[in-house]
């Protein structure tokens, strides 16, 4: 809280001291001014008592006198108007501003969550304090201003001395008997008189002066005479004498506070800690400004004439009968001024002026002394300390030897007086009262309403109050308390309610300056009653506030700031607004003083004065107070509170012509969370923009010329961390049948950069044979999810996109014009000398030439923000030159906009909603009326650390270089263009695609390679395989030639391929096109691949050496074909003579359209088989139809079935990957299956690719120390070979597609089926296989042994494959035989490549013709049918691959139809024949046995 610079103690001692009057003479006056005072200024500073003197009470005990203090008062003064003293109290607080160090923050506490800046000190209310009891004119009621003496001088050069001083008391005597209402008012008839000589040392003779001073002790008394010696310094030494700033001033702090004519006052600058900006407490300009008005206007403005002429102190003519003041009302009696009732009469119109002019020649006084030609400026430039000690001592001679023993007098007198006179009070007007009611020593007189008791000069009750205002001036606190408290019954008995207010204020005072060691409590109810009487009961507002002034600092040296605090508040009124805002302004300073101190309270009270301020025309202490209370309301959530606070500190802060604070208060308003209106919001903005344009304006009027850098604005918000740099152009828009790669832009996803990556590490390796140590990948876009550790790297003449996102917080459109980046260059330089950085912020013209040519920058023409959008802005920078670029920050002109406008279109064109940057003229939609040129910086954050335990503990954050670029020299810039890219295919449709591959830099490239996510349904031909034809495939009209063999190696499809260039480098401006065929994936859906093109500089080139550019496909396939396949062993008819071929399959292909068709909607008519196709290297197939080249066509929904046979190749020596294909066309001409695409697609189909997750790039090292792993299949490959088939079957096709307009095209593919083992159902739609669980791990004591690995028990069953070979049809006579014996041969072959052990069993056959058996009969049983005859069971051994005849007998005993396969046959793969196997049982093999003989019961 604010402290005052004297205590309450001190406060209430000033303020009711003696008081004594001085009439000095002509000359004398003159001895002074040489000091540039007068005779009362001189010695003002040395009436206070530096010792203790002693005093005796009227009972004769002795008190002593703590630091007596003596009101010198100029007897020729005269009493100050109700206005001019207003005036005067305005121009006091004016005069007075917080005085703090430049950039300092004051008094700063912390009250619980607040810092709060508060003034140290309040020496406005001090001052209008001081300046109001000083105005205050003495009263009849009470003797507290009556003067108790009269000090006559007179100067030792005046002719006749003794007889000036005879002169000045009859003058004083005279105005005392005859004038007794005139000021200054006298405390008894037989004041103290006392007579002083002022003799100058320099001038005046000594000895005369010591004769004229003994002859004053003979006539006046030595007691009351005193000879002071003053000017001991010449005025020559004086003049010659240089200016010592450094010697005490004491009369500074006594003088009225003029500022000097012409002079601009000083700049008074307080603390505002909530913005940390130093608010001036004058105005910026000292001249007076139409504009800026300094004038006071209270209420309804008066008409006011202006001075001409030369103007006195305070704008006062000198001869002028006008006041140049609107509250200095010249034609109003001070008795119709409210409060200002007990003021003595004073003439109005003359005397107030003769009153103003002789108050502002006194304060001429105070100032500079200028009556004479040379005299030097200042305060006492002639006075020696010898002279200040003369005054000390004249002061203390005057108060120890005059006025105190006097005093003593006074107050005998009037006690014995009182003591007399209340004993015959008793007995006489006791009786006379009850007798007749009445009092002759005073009548009633009623005024205002209120009941008015008019004392007589002479009556008890005011000789009591005289006694006890004298003791109280004399610090008699006790006695005077007694006296007062006598005084105030009897003034409350007769309502004598001004008497006995008065007596209630001094004696709690009474009681308060006894101290702590006093026996009473401070009564303050006495003072509550005091200031309640005052203006309830008597209607006087000027003593009811001089008793709240003193009881306040009671109150508040008591620790009783609340009810302070509710006197101040009490004193408020419509009368004066100056006043209210004062006593407001200190209740505030109460409510945060207090033990909890109540912040809010205070905040609020500080508003309301501020608003009295402002109507009392105190501006800059109504900026003040706004300014303090919005400490408390800033960011708590009381926005409507805070709006209103800033828009009035930004008002005020504008009329005091301090535009940079009034930029900064409605730059508050403009913020996010405003609650405000739509047109409330749009006022604001442009209250900021008029503003803020005034103080550019004037920076560049003071400065003479404009700023190299600029102004920072606050709208539209800046998302900084969301900014994005985008290195390279932006991606070529397709056009027609041509597709550019996409490349890299803003909308890509964050997620998908783990890809690329992977793709960028295989493109490394198949380069470098391995990754690097240490691998840094080329990132081409920047963003908050990106690592942004190292500096970008950019290249000469290739665009820098930036993006980033304008917020608009308000709900109104902001229109920004001219929309630039800001940037700073240091340019790399060969030679040593030091370069120069480059800024295109600076306003110089030749400066932003230069920059242009070495950066050239995209201007926005317009972008409009609609309210609460969020907008985001794409602009490009171009370097010319190597060097480090550091883009900082964003500059455009900020307009507010029309509140009609038409929206701007928005498209792909015009992304940002307003004419976009080209120089052409732009047809704007929003009309702006002020706009102002500003930035906005660009300020990124890192990421939080969060590895060390300082990281942990404090927010630090990692470095983002994402906006500072390095600029490196050209590199090439390779263009990839895609002729006839389909977005939509048929499941497995083959489409031709030929891309371009161009170099559009300025540079050769060379090494160009490709990664792709997904290699499956991609082939890249070579130069010679572009076709000028638009078939896919290639044709041949020979089809003898049924098969042909190429090398297919698996191993050669890889993610990576290289892109062979002609001459190995691709100059500048060049392109090479190739061959791209691409195939719809077999699972219908929208599928993704992923194309990443590598490319380095033919030049020598510093890293990163490489460039990479990606290309992103979308393929949405449809499904057309699906294709089943079987295989089964074949077996010949059992009668064949043939040798057996027991070694082919049959292959059952069951090929459905899967499109239906359907109305106005895209489907597939008809499919239609052109060819099949076989690729293996052991098998090849066979049409099982001769007229199979007529062709085969399956409509919508159909499904055709086609039998092949698979036949063993010759087995001749073959090169490793070496794949034989065989087809069946189903047309005239054969379609080259062997040959690109058609063998690329085949060989892609088997490979079986790790996925970029799964595909590591380097090999962990527990992976390179762990045991190698074992394949189980390659145990048991020689078993294995008896099932394994891989026969791959091509079916090529050509749909016929109808669109939706009825539209038909033709599209050719193919689908492949892999056939891998005989009696499994194989399809084209690939399974996706789910990878198996692991077995959880178990902790075992021992180590378990291994289990014995075994082949398949598939394998096992089908190792050795077997057929019986007889006739079908049989006749025997029964009659004659009754068994028919039959020889039969049973023909095995192995299957593997192992020798195998074969038992035949026939003991225990049983019978399995029922397994084929439908329904119908059952056939005849062993039992009743057949038996084989001879050796039940017989083991044979057979090579890999033998085939081996065992001759077999079987019986019938009747005839019938007979299955004789019911053999048992088991095979073991290994010596021990203990575990045998039973083999899969073939064919039925089926006998009619025909009786050939008569009947007979069988």
């Given at each position: 809280?604010?402290?005052?610079?004297?205590?309450?103690?001190?406060?209430?001692?000033?303020?009711?001291?003696?008081?004594?009057?001085?009439?000095?003479?002509?000359?004398?006056?003159?001895?002074?001014?040489?000091?540039?005072?007068?005779?009362?200024?001189?010695?003002?500073?040395?009436?206070?008592?530096?010792?203790?003197?002693?005093?005796?009470?009227?009972?004769?005990?002795?008190?002593?006198?703590?630091?007596?203090?003596?009101?010198?008062?100029?007897?020729?003064?005269?009493?100050?108007?109700?206005?001019?003293?207003?005036?005067?109290?305005?121009?006091?607080?004016?005069?007075?501003?917080?005085?703090?160090?430049?950039?300092?923050?004051?008094?700063?506490?912390?009250?619980?969550?607040?810092?709060?800046?508060?003034?140290?000190?309040?020496?406005?209310?001090?001052?209008?304090?001081?300046?109001?009891?000083?105005?205050?004119?003495?009263?009849?009621?009470?003797?507290?201003?009556?003067?108790?003496?009269?000090?006559?001088?007179?100067?030792?050069?005046?002719?006749?001395?003794?007889?000036?001083?005879?002169?000045?008391?009859?003058?004083?005597?005279?105005?005392?008997?005859?004038?007794?209402?005139?000021?200054?008012?006298?405390?008894?008839?037989?004041?103290?008189?006392?007579?002083?000589?002022?003799?100058?040392?320099?001038?005046?003779?000594?000895?005369?002066?010591?004769?004229?001073?003994?002859?004053?002790?003979?006539?006046?008394g030595h007691q009351s005479c005193h000879l002071l010696q003053i000017n001991s310094r010449s005025m020559t030494a004086v003049e010659t004498m240089a200016t010592d700033t450094s010697l005490p001033d004491p009369w500074g702090q006594f003088l009225h506070k003029t500022p000097e004519t012409g002079k601009k006052p000083n700049k008074a600058k307080y603390f505002i800690a909530w913005e940390g900006v130093d608010y001036d407490g004058s105005a910026s300009s000292g001249a007076e400004d139409v504009a800026f008005p300094s004038r006071v206007e209270e209420g309804e403005p008066e008409p006011v004439t202006h001075v001409e002429g030369n103007a006195g102190v305070n704008g006062v003519g000198n001869n002028s009968a006008v006041i140049d003041h609107p509250l200095a009302l010249s034609n109003e009696s001070p008795l119709n001024s409210p409060g200002f009732e007990d003021y003595p009469q004073i003439p109005s119109t003359k005397s107030s002026m003769t009153s103003i002019s002789s108050m502002h020649s006194?304060?001429?006084?105070?100032?500079?002394?200028?009556?004479?030609?040379?005299?030097?400026?200042?305060?006492?430039?002639?006075?020696?300390?010898?002279?200040?000690?003369?005054?000390?001592?004249?002061?203390?001679?005057?108060?120890?030897?005059?006025?105190?023993?006097?005093?003593?007098?006074?107050?005998?007198?009037?006690?014995?007086?009182?003591?007399?006179?209340?004993?015959?009070?008793?007995?006489?007007?006791?009786?006379?009262?009850?007798?007749?009611?009445?009092?002759?020593?005073?009548?009633?007189?009623?005024?205002?309403?209120?009941?008015?008791?008019?004392?007589?000069?002479?009556?008890?009750?005011?000789?009591?109050?005289?006694?006890?205002?004298?003791?109280?001036?004399?610090?008699?606190?006790?006695?005077?308390?007694?006296?007062?408290?006598?005084?105030?019954?009897?003034?409350?008995?007769?309502?004598?309610?001004?008497?006995?207010?008065?007596?209630?204020?001094?004696?709690?005072?009474?009681?308060?300056?006894?101290?702590?060691?006093?026996?009473?409590?401070?009564?303050?109810?006495?003072?509550?009653?005091?200031?309640?009487?005052?203006?309830?009961?008597?209607?006087?507002?000027?003593?009811?506030?001089?008793?709240?002034?003193?009881?306040?600092?009671?109150?508040?040296?008591?620790?009783?700031?609340?009810?302070?605090?509710?006197?101040?508040?009490?004193?408020?009124?419509?009368?004066?607004?100056?006043?209210?805002?004062?006593?407001?302004?200190?209740?505030?300073?109460?409510?945060?003083?207090?033990?909890?101190?109540?912040?809010?309270?205070?905040?609020?009270?500080?508003?309301?004065?501020?608003?009295?301020?402002?109507?009392?025309?105190?501006?800059?202490?109504?900026?003040?107070?706004?300014?303090?209370?919005?400490?408390?309301?800033?960011?708590?959530?009381?926005?409507?509170?805070?709006?209103?606070?800033?828009?009035?500190?930004?008002?005020?802060?504008?009329?005091?012509?301090?535009?940079?604070?009034?930029?900064?208060?409605?730059?508050?308003?403009?913020?996010?969370?405003?609650?405000?209106?739509?047109?409330?919001?749009?006022?604001?903005?442009?209250?900021?923009?008029?503003?803020?344009?005034?103080?550019?304006?004037?920076?560049?009027?003071?400065?003479?010329?404009?700023?190299?850098?600029?102004?920072?604005?606050?709208?539209?918000?800046?998302?900084?961390?969301?900014?994005?740099?985008?290195?390279?152009?932006?991606?070529?828009?397709?056009?027609?049948?041509?597709?550019?790669?996409?490349?890299?832009?803003?909308?890509?996803?964050?997620?998908?950069?783990?890809?690329?990556?992977?793709?960028?590490?295989?493109?490394?390796?198949?380069?470098?044979?391995?990754?690097?140590?240490?691998?840094?990948?080329?990132?081409?876009l920047y963003t908050d999810k990106t690592d942004n550790k190292f500096n970008p790297v950019a290249y000469v003449r290739e665009p820098i996109t930036v993006e980033f996102y304008l917020v608009n917080p308000l709900k109104v459109a902001l229109t920004l014009t001219d929309v630039m980046l800001l940037w700073s260059f240091l340019p790399t330089i060969g030679s040593h000398d030091k370069p120069q950085l480059i800024t295109n912020e600076t306003m110089v013209t030749a400066k932003n030439n230069l920059a242009d040519e070495i950066i050239h920058g995209q201007v926005v023409r317009e972008i409009v923000l609609q309210g609460n959008d969020r907008l985001p802005v794409q602009m490009t920078l171009t370097p010319h030159q190597m060097g480090d670029l550091r883009i900082y920050g964003l500059t455009y002109n900020l307009g507010s906009s029309s509140t009609t406008f038409m929206a701007p279109t928005q498209g792909p064109d015009n992304p940002l909603g307003g004419s976009g940057g080209t120089g052409g003229p732009?047809?704007?939609?929003?009309?702006?009326?002020?706009?102002?040129?500003?930035?906005?910086?660009?300020?990124?954050?890192?990421?939080?650390?969060?590895?060390?335990?300082?990281?942990?503990?404090?927010?630090?954050?990692?470095?983002?270089?994402?906006?500072?670029?390095?600029?490196?020299?050209?590199?090439?810039?390779?263009?990839?263009?895609?002729?006839?890219?389909?977005?939509?295919?048929?499941?497995?449709?083959?489409?031709?695609?030929?891309?371009?591959?161009?170099?559009?830099?300025?540079?050769?490239?060379?090494?160009?390679?490709?990664?792709?996510?997904?290699?499956?349904?991609?082939?890249?031909?070579?130069?010679?395989?572009?076709?000028?034809?638009?078939?896919?495939?290639?044709?041949?009209?020979?089809?003898?030639?049924?098969?042909?063999?190429?090398?297919?190696?698996?191993?050669?499809?890889?993610?990576?391929?290289?892109?062979?260039?002609?001459?190995?480098?691709?100059?500048?401006?060049?392109?090479?096109?190739?061959?791209?065929?691409?195939?719809?994936?077999?699972?219908?859906?929208?599928?993704?691949?992923?194309?990443?093109?590598?490319?380095?500089?033919?030049?020598?080139?510093?890293?990163?050496?490489?460039?990479?550019?990606?290309?992103?496909?979308?393929?949405?396939?449809?499904?057309?074909?699906?294709?089943?396949?079987?295989?089964?062993?074949?077996?010949?008819?059992?009668?064949?003579?043939?040798?057996?071929?027991?070694?082919?399959?049959?292959?059952?292909?069951?090929?459905?359209?899967?499109?239906?068709?359907?109305?106005?909607?895209?489907?597939?008519?008809?499919?239609?088989?052109?060819?099949?196709?076989?690729?293996?290297?052991?098998?090849?197939?066979?049409?099982?139809?001769?007229?199979?080249?007529?062709?085969?066509?399956?409509?919508?929904?159909?499904?055709?079935?086609?039998?092949?046979?698979?036949?063993?190749?010759?087995?001749?020596?073959?090169?490793?990957?070496?794949?034989?294909?065989?087809?069946?066309?189903?047309?005239?001409?054969?379609?080259?299956?062997?040959?690109?695409?058609?063998?690329?697609?085949?060989?892609?189909?088997?490979?079986?690719?790790?996925?970029?997750?799964?595909?590591?790039?380097?090999?962990?090292?527990?992976?390179?120390?762990?045991?190698?792993?074992?394949?189980?299949?390659?145990?048991?490959?020689?078993?294995?070979?008896?099932?394994?088939?891989?026969?791959?079957?091509?079916?090529?096709?050509?749909?016929?597609?109808?669109?939706?307009?009825?539209?038909?095209?033709?599209?050719?593919?193919?689908?492949?089926?892999?056939?891998?083992?005989?009696?499994?159902?194989?399809?084209?739609?690939?399974?996706?296989?789910?990878?198996?669980?692991?077995?959880?791990?178990?902790?075992?004591?021992?180590?378990?042994?291994?289990?014995?690995?075994?082949?398949?028990?598939?394998?096992?069953?089908?190792?050795?494959?077997?057929?019986?070979?007889?006739?079908?049809?049989?006749?025997?006579?029964?009659?004659?035989?009754?068994?028919?014996?039959?020889?039969?041969?049973?023909?095995?072959?192995?299957?593997?490549?192992?020798?195998?052990?074969?038992?035949?069993?026939?003991?225990?056959?049983?019978?399995?013709?029922?397994?084929?058996?439908?329904?119908?009969?059952?056939?005849?049983?062993?039992?009743?049918?057949?038996?084989?005859?001879?050796?039940?069971?017989?083991?044979?051994?057979?090579?890999?691959?033998?085939?081996?005849?065992?001759?077999?007998?079987?019986?019938?005993?009747?005839?019938?139809?007979?299955?004789?396969?019911?053999?048992?046959?088991?095979?073991?793969?290994?010596?021990?024949?203990?575990?045998?196997?039973?083999?899969?049982?073939?064919?039925?093999?089926?006998?009619?046995?025909?009786?050939?003989?008569?009947?007979?019961?069988?």
């Open positions: 809280m604010a402290q005052h610079k004297q205590s309450a103690h001190d406060f209430i001692q000033c303020t009711f001291s003696p008081q004594v009057a001085v009439l000095t003479s002509s000359d004398a006056e003159v001895l002074c001014q040489k000091n540039n005072l007068s005779f009362v200024q001189l010695v003002q500073p040395f009436c206070r008592l530096k010792t203790e003197a002693h005093i005796k009470d009227p009972n004769n005990v002795q008190h002593n006198l703590q630091h007596l203090r003596i009101n010198m008062v100029d007897m020729n003064s005269h009493v100050s108007t109700p206005a001019v003293a207003k005036k005067m109290m305005h121009d006091a607080v004016s005069n007075e501003q917080p005085q703090m160090t430049e950039g300092s923050r004051g008094n700063v506490i912390t009250v619980g969550d607040y810092d709060l800046q508060l003034s140290s000190t309040t020496p406005w209310f001090e001052a209008y304090r001081e300046c109001f009891l000083q105005t205050l004119p003495p009263s009849e009621h009470e003797f507290l201003k009556h003067c108790l003496a009269c000090i006559f001088v007179v100067s030792s050069n005046h002719p006749e001395p003794l007889r000036m001083l005879q002169t000045l008391s009859s003058s004083q005597q005279q105005q005392q008997s005859q004038f007794p209402n005139k000021l200054p008012q006298w405390f008894s008839p037989n004041i103290l008189k006392y007579y002083v000589i002022v003799h100058d040392m320099v001038e005046a003779e000594a000895q005369k002066t010591e004769d004229v001073y003994q002859t004053m002790k003979s006539s006046f006194n304060m001429s006084k105070s100032g500079s002394f200028h009556l004479e030609k040379g005299r030097v400026s200042g305060h006492g430039m002639c006075l020696t300390a010898s002279d200040q000690d003369r005054l000390r001592i004249f002061i203390h001679e005057f108060a120890v030897r005059a006025l105190i023993p006097w005093a003593e007098r006074q107050m005998r007198t009037l006690n014995e007086l009182l003591m007399s006179r209340t004993g015959i009070r008793k007995s006489i007007m006791g009786t006379a009262k009850k007798l007749f009611g009445g009092n002759p020593s005073k009548t009633s007189q009623v005024t205002n309403t209120a009941t008015t008791v008019v004392y007589s000069k002479d009556a008890p009750e005011l000789q009591m109050r005289r006694l006890a205002d004298l003791a109280f001036l004399f610090q008699l606190y006790e006695f005077s308390y007694n006296t007062y408290h006598t005084a105030k019954r009897d003034f409350n008995n007769d309502h004598a309610w001004l008497h006995f207010a008065g007596a209630l204020e001094m004696a709690s005072l009474a009681i308060f300056m006894q101290g702590p060691q006093g026996q009473r409590a401070y009564p303050d109810h006495y003072m509550e009653s005091a200031i309640t009487t005052y203006i309830q009961s008597c209607k006087n507002v000027p003593y009811s506030v001089r008793a709240t002034l003193v009881s306040t600092e009671a109150l508040k040296s008591r620790g009783k700031y609340k009810d302070a605090a509710m006197q101040f508040i009490k004193m408020m009124s419509e009368e004066s607004d100056l006043r209210s805002a004062l006593l407001l302004e200190q209740a505030a300073h109460c409510f945060i003083n207090m033990r909890a101190p109540m912040v809010r309270k205070y905040a609020f009270h500080m508003i309301l004065a501020g608003h009295r301020f402002t109507k009392a025309g105190q501006r800059k202490h109504a900026l003040r107070a706004y300014s303090q209370a919005l400490q408390i309301y800033k960011g708590k959530g009381w926005s409507l509170s805070e709006d209103h606070i800033n828009f009035t500190v930004g008002r005020q802060s504008h009329n005091l012509k301090q535009l940079e604070n009034a930029t900064v208060a409605f730059k508050h308003l403009l913020t996010e969370h405003s609650k405000q209106s739509a047109m409330q919001q749009n006022s604001f903005l442009r209250e900021y923009l008029f503003v803020y344009r005034q103080l550019l304006m004037q920076e560049a009027e003071e400065t003479g010329l404009q700023s190299n850098t600029l102004p920072e604005l606050p709208l539209p918000a800046l998302d900084s961390n969301a900014t994005k740099v985008l290195l390279g152009a932006r991606p070529t828009p397709s056009q027609g049948d041509k597709m550019y790669a996409s490349g890299v832009w803003f909308e890509d996803s964050d997620t998908a950069a783990g890809k690329w990556e992977r793709l960028e590490e295989l493109l490394v390796m198949s380069v470098n044979g391995s990754l690097p140590v240490v691998h840094r990948p080329v990132k081409t732009s047809k704007a939609s929003y009309v702006s009326t002020v706009f102002v040129r500003g930035k906005q910086k660009i300020e990124v954050q890192g990421p939080r650390l969060n590895g060390k335990k300082d990281e942990m503990v404090n927010k630090i954050y990692g470095p983002d270089r994402r906006l500072d670029l390095t600029i490196q020299q050209e590199m090439p810039i390779l263009q990839v263009s895609f002729l006839n890219f389909p977005k939509t295919l048929l499941c497995g449709e083959v489409h031709p695609v030929t891309v371009t591959f161009t170099n559009v830099g300025s540079t050769p490239l060379h090494r160009l390679k490709l990664a792709t996510s997904n290699p499956k349904y991609l082939v890249l031909g070579l130069n010679t395989d572009i076709r000028t034809s638009t078939s896919v495939y290639t044709s041949s009209s020979d089809c003898n030639e049924t098969s042909s063999c190429v090398n297919c190696d698996p191993c050669a499809v890889k993610r990576v391929i290289d892109i062979d260039i002609p001459e190995g480098v691709l100059h500048p401006n060049s392109s090479i096109s190739l061959p791209l065929w691409v195939r719809g994936n077999d699972i219908g859906g929208v599928h993704e691949v992923d194309l990443l093109f590598y490319y380095e500089s033919a030049k020598q080139t510093n890293k990163p050496k490489y460039r990479l550019l990606r290309h992103n496909i979308l393929v949405n396939t449809v499904e057309s074909l699906s294709v089943r396949a079987v295989a089964q062993r074949a077996c010949k008819h059992s009668s064949e003579k043939e040798s057996p071929s027991v070694g082919e399959f049959l292959i059952s292909c069951e090929l459905e359209n899967l499109s239906q068709q359907q109305t106005s909607r895209s489907h597939v008519r008809e499919v239609f088989v052109r060819q099949v196709s076989c690729a293996s290297k052991q098998w090849a197939i066979q049409s099982l139809s001769k007229y199979h080249n007529n062709g085969v066509c399956i409509g919508s929904r159909e499904l055709l079935q086609v039998c092949l046979k698979a036949c063993h190749l010759p087995s001749q020596p073959s090169a490793e990957g070496n794949v034989t294909f065989s087809d069946i066309p189903f047309q005239e001409n054969k379609l080259c299956s062997s040959v690109t695409p058609c063998r690329d697609f085949y060989v892609r189909s088997g490979v079986k690719l790790q996925t970029l997750e799964e595909q590591t790039t380097m090999v962990s090292p527990s992976a390179q120390l762990a045991p190698p792993t074992r394949d189980e299949g390659q145990d048991f490959a020689p078993l294995n070979c008896a099932i394994d088939m891989d026969i791959t079957l091509i079916i090529l096709w050509q749909a016929t597609v109808v669109d939706s307009a009825g539209t038909e095209s033709v599209c050719v593919g193919q689908h492949h089926v892999v056939v891998e083992k005989p009696d499994n159902i194989f399809t084209s739609y690939p399974f996706q296989h789910v990878p198996r669980e692991r077995a959880p791990v178990r902790f075992v004591r021992e180590e378990a042994a291994d289990e014995e690995t075994k082949p398949a028990f598939e394998v096992l069953t089908q190792l050795v494959s077997y057929s019986l070979q007889h006739p079908t049809n049989i006749s025997h006579d029964f009659t004659k035989a009754r068994v028919c014996c039959l020889g039969v041969k049973l023909t095995f072959q192995n299957n593997s490549e192992a020798t195998v052990i074969v038992l035949i069993d026939t003991s225990k056959a049983q019978q399995r013709l029922s397994e084929y058996q439908e329904g119908g009969p059952a056939l005849d049983t062993v039992g009743s049918g057949f038996s084989w005859v001879g050796q039940t069971q017989r083991q044979v051994s057979l090579a890999p691959k033998q085939v081996l005849e065992v001759p077999l007998t079987v019986s019938f005993s009747r005839p019938g139809v007979f299955n004789i396969n019911n053999l048992a046959v088991f095979v073991a793969h290994t010596p021990d024949t203990s575990q045998m196997t039973l083999q899969k049982q073939t064919k039925p093999s089926v006998i009619t046995v025909a009786n050939t003989g008569g009947s007979r019961d069988v």
